[in-house]
């Protein structure tokens, strides 16, 4: 069975950090990208970091470069997202997600992605 568990959301005033992990179960994580979106309350979900398991190479949306940084744990077929410098409008829902053989996850398009997890919510104090 697939599994996708987000943790370490919460509360957070702004400027502060927090970091969430994707724990994945169930697939043969080095053929997956995984990727972190988000939602926000009446806004679409956006695409925030991905990360091409097998090569290790990285995207970021504009509003994330220089706060946020994505990292896997192989041994422990997990993935990072350490979130700094928190502003209110990255208050979400953060949900993982795993793309099957997606070697360029850039564009966050969600077609592409064959799992996904429940999600956690960050909240963003001012």
């Known amino acids: 069975e697939v599994q996708l568990v987000e943790s370490g959301g919460g509360l957070v005033q702004a400027g502060g950090s927090l970091r969430l992990s994707c724990a994945t179960s169930g697939f043969t994580f080095d053929d997956y990208a995984i990727g972190w979106f988000r939602q926000a309350p009446g806004k679409e979900r956006e695409g925030v970091s991905c990360i091409a398991i097998s090569d290790g190479s990285t995207a970021f949306i504009d509003s994330a470069k220089g706060r946020f940084a994505i990292s896997s744990d192989n041994a422990k077929n997990t993935v990072y997202l350490q979130m700094s410098s928190l502003k209110p409008e990255d208050t979400a829902v953060y949900s993982c997600?795993?793309?099957?053989?997606?070697?360029?996850?850039?564009?966050?398009?969600?077609?592409?992605?064959?799992?996904w997890g429940q999600g956690t919510q960050v909240t963003v104090s001012s």
């Open positions: 997600a795993a793309a099957y053989e997606l070697w360029d996850c850039s564009d966050f398009d969600t077609a592409d992605y064959n799992y």
